[in-house]
C-alpha cells in the first residue's frame, strides 16, 4: 500500500509563489507516473501535471509556463513548483501515482489547500 503526503500548501495573494511537496511511502513504483491533480469548490478534479518515468511531462493549458513538475525517486518525492499565482488556482491539490497503462490514479494524497488572494 503506498501512501502519498502532500504538504506546503497555504494562502498566498496573486502573483507569488509557493511550493508543493509530496511524500510517499510503501512500496511504490518508479515506473509509473506521478500526477498532481486539483479540485476547487464545486469542480471536478483535474490533472493539472504529470511526470513519467523518462523525466517528460505534461501540463494542463491553465497552468503552462507557471508550474512546474519534478520528482526525486530517491526520496521517494514529488514537488509542484508554482509561480504567477492566480485566484483562479485557488484549489485542493493532491499528489497521485497513476497507473502506466491504464493512466489512471490508483494512491492518492489527502490534499493541500492552495488559496490565491487576488
Known amino acids: 500500500q503506498v501512501r502519498l503526503v502532500e504538504s506546503g500548501g497555504g494562502s498566498v495573494q496573486a502573483g507569488d509563489s509557493l511550493r508543493l511537496s509530496c511524500k510517499a511511502s510503501?512500496?511504490?513504483?518508479?515506473?509509473?507516473?506521478w500526477g498532481w491533480y486539483r479540485q476547487a469548490a464545486n469542480k471536478q478534479r483535474e490533472l493539472v501535471a504529470a511526470i513519467f518515468e523518462d523525466g517528460a511531462t505534461n501540463y494542463a493549458d491553465s497552468v503552462k509556463g507557471r508550474f512546474t513538475i519534478s520528482r526525486d525517486n530517491g526520496n521517494k518525492a514529488l514537488y509542484l513548483s508554482m509561480e504567477s499565482l492566480k485566484s483562479e488556482d485557488t484549489a485542493v491539490y493532491y499528489c497521485?501515482?497513476?497507473?502506466?497503462?491504464?493512466?489512471?490514479?490508483?494512491?492518492w494524497g489527502q490534499g493541500t489547500q492552495v488559496t490565491v488572494s487576488s
Open positions: 497521485a501515482k497513476i497507473g502506466l497503462y491504464g493512466l489512471e490514479p490508483y494512491s
Open positions: 510503501g512500496d511504490l513504483s518508479s515506473i509509473d507516473p
